[in-house]
């Protein structure tokens, strides 16, 4: 009605340490466009250990790889020991903010 998107109620719990959370208050009321993509997008960063990898004589990387999840595993002897360690710098960057209205609901 006026041109305005169908209201639906987001209610979502999620785990964080062991207790089920909300992932906003629920005092608020969020409006967002169709396409949420539209509203922007994440941009990927480069790690220190992307940097490492890209680094040196012998890079196990290119450096245009190197933004985003960098995930490197690690295998030892004597006991034998397999470490994955990922590792990502991510920012979600707002281009078009005044397509998103956050109103508190009194």
């Known amino acids: ?51 490492e990898l890209a680094g040196g004589e012998n890079p196990s990387i290119d450096f245009e790889d190197a933004p985003g999840l960098i995930g490197v595993v690690e295998r030892e002897m004597d006991p034998v020991r397999v470490m994955t360690n990922v590792s990502g710098v991510g920012m979600p960057v707002l281009s078009d903010p005044q397509r998103l209205m956050v109103a508190d609901v009194i």
């Open 1 to 51: 009605a006026h041109g305005l998107p169908p209201v639906m109620q987001y209610d979502v719990r999620i785990d964080v340490d062991g207790t089920a959370t909300r992932p906003g208050p629920q005092d608020r009321l969020l409006l967002m466009p169709e396409a949420p993509s539209s509203l922007g997008r994440t941009v990927w960063g480069i790690t220190a250990e992307a940097l």
